[in-house]
């Protein structure tokens, strides 16, 4: 699957298949504080952050609205968008910058040790990725980690191994790659990831790594989005990548078939929250760079639709009856543009109440 040229049957979707929302209010907060920030302590100029979020935000939203409406698995319209997409970079602070466009966000630490990347982005967009590493600096890539098993985020292990780079990560991450995984959520059954692709570098509960003068830590969540999520804390630049316990300004898939949940992905955001300040820079594993009072904003959001669902199926409603409750409807204009719109969240929250 992962090699099978299934990105290639057909033609991307182009920009007229995307929603026709304005995405300006999913990035403004988050570049005016994460610019403030990066001003701060780094000489980033806050023109190009602009303009490197409003441009990794177009490419978001190539995207198509509804993809489940069509009975096509997301996983394939995910591909296919890559195989296009462009790849935006942001220096956030200190050797850590960010790629967005290829599936999750793409963490980036430079130095003498070799590049270390979180999160390894789909096949089909190598040329580019490769274009903006080298942008980056001239460092070879030595290191992957994993935030987590989903092919969105580990679709590029392979190419990424076969030019040097370690791969670390949580060890159901590997347990999951190494065999046949149906997801439920995505109408998809994934057949193991060739031996080149699985993680070699293992641990259960925590990591820490030295690297390129910076220290690293690797924390395994509780099951949330999954049971593989890590998150990687830069602690020296104040940076953490939160994997997909966090989507940014969109309303976060849930995979129950490998161990996710609402209630899970509540305590994640929680621990989130407590683990932050008001300086943290937030790499969620979709969407625009965030902040403390986004994670807070989407906790918020987590909890409130839960309650509403929870009281309803209580309540002896069917799923069709609490769809047409519409409980996400306080919502659905702010976080329902991307891949998971309001209806699919409330299937999602409602399996896990
Ligand atoms: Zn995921």
Redesign the pocket.
């Given at each position: 699957m992962r090699r099978n040229g299934l990105t290639k049957t057909s033609k991307p979707r182009q920009r007229c298949d995307a929603p026709l929302a304005t995405p300006t209010d999913l990035t403004q907060p988050a570049s005016k504080d994460i610019a403030g920030a990066m001003n701060a302590v780094a000489p980033i100029s806050r023109r190009h952050f602009l303009a490197s979020t409003a441009m990794a935000t177009a490419a978001v939203w190539l995207m198509p609205r509804r993809i489940f409406a069509d009975g096509e698995s997301p996983v394939i319209v995910i591909r296919n968008a890559a195989a296009t997409a462009t790849i935006n970079v942001t220096k956030l602070r200190g050797n850590v910058s960010v790629l967005e466009g290829s599936g999750?966000n793409i963490a980036v630490l430079t130095g003498r040790d070799g590049k270390l990347l979180v999160d390894a982005g789909i096949t089909a967009s190598r040329p580019r990725i490769t274009e903006a590493l080298e942008g980056l600096s001239s460092d070879p890539v030595k290191h992957l980690i994993n935030s987590?098993w989903?092919f969105?985020?580990t679709d590029g292990n392979e190419w990424l191994h076969s030019v040097g780079a370690e791969i670390t990560a949580h060890e159901n991450t590997r347990k999951h790659l190494s065999v046949t995984t149906r997801v439920e959520g995505w109408k998809f059954t994934f057949p193991p990831a060739p031996e080149g692709a699985l993680p070699t570098k293992l641990f259960g509960k925590e990591l820490k790594l030295h690297l390129n003068g910076a220290t690293l830590v690797l924390e395994h969540y509780p099951p949330a989005?999954?049971d593989s999520d890590i998150f990687i804390q830069f602690p020296e630049a104040d940076i953490i990548h939160v994997?997909?316990t966090f989507w940014n300004g969109h309303f976060p898939?849930i995979?129950y078939s490998t161990g996710g949940s609402i209630d899970g992905m509540i305590r994640a955001a929680e621990a989130n929250v407590a683990r932050v300040t008001e300086k943290t820079i937030v790499v969620p594993?979709h969407g625009p760079i965030g902040n403390k009072s986004q994670l807070i904003e989407f906790r918020d959001m987590l909890v409130s639709v839960r309650e509403k669902v929870s009281a309803l199926k209580k309540g002896g409603r069917s799923l069709d009856e609490v769809l047409a409750a519409k409980p996400t409807g306080d919502y659905d204009a702010k976080w329902g543009g991307f891949v998971i719109d309001g209806k699919n969240f409330t299937g999602l929250v409602y399996q896990g109440v």
């Open positions: 999750g987590h989903h969105d985020h989005h999954t994997a997909d898939f995979d594993g």
